[in-house]
């Protein structure tokens, strides 16, 4: 059993940074999960931001290309996700997931709040 467990969140002025990172146990082959970042905000549904495959090939969502960077540290267990120019609209709970064939694991999320 895989636990993801997320840090870094927190409350950030607009045009801010942050970074998440996202720590895996459990597993001794985390390289080869799938990583990714996903975020819900009040009121809405779960969307993914942010992905980064064994191979570390990375994907963004629209709104977030360019102001977000995925990483990872196969050597650490970690995923990051480095947030620049925060705005308001980026306010969510952030979740990690990894997965790997049928298995798909989740972290408790951590909130991001970006407000003057």
């Known amino acids: 059993q895989v636990q993801l467990v997320e840090s870094g969140g927190g409350l950030v002025q607009p045009g801010g940074s942050l970074r998440l990172s996202c720590a895996a146990s459990?597993?001794?082959?985390?390289?080869?999960?799938?990583m990714a970042w996903y975020r819900q905000a009040p009121g809405k549904e779960r969307e993914l931001i942010a992905s980064?495959?064994?191979?570390?090939?990375?994907d963004y969502l629209d709104s977030v290309k360019g102001r977000f960077t995925i990483s990872r540290d196969n050597a650490k267990n970690t995923v990051y996700l480095q947030m620049n120019s925060l705005k308001p609209e980026d306010t969510a709970v952030y979740y990690c997931?990894?997965?790997?064939?049928?298995?798909?694991?989740w972290g408790e999320g951590t909130l991001v709040t970006v407000s003057s």
């Open positions: 459990g597993s001794t082959i985390f390289s080869a999960y799938a």
């Open positions: 980064i495959t064994s191979g570390k090939r990375t």
């Open positions: 997931n990894g997965k790997l064939g049928y298995a798909d694991y």
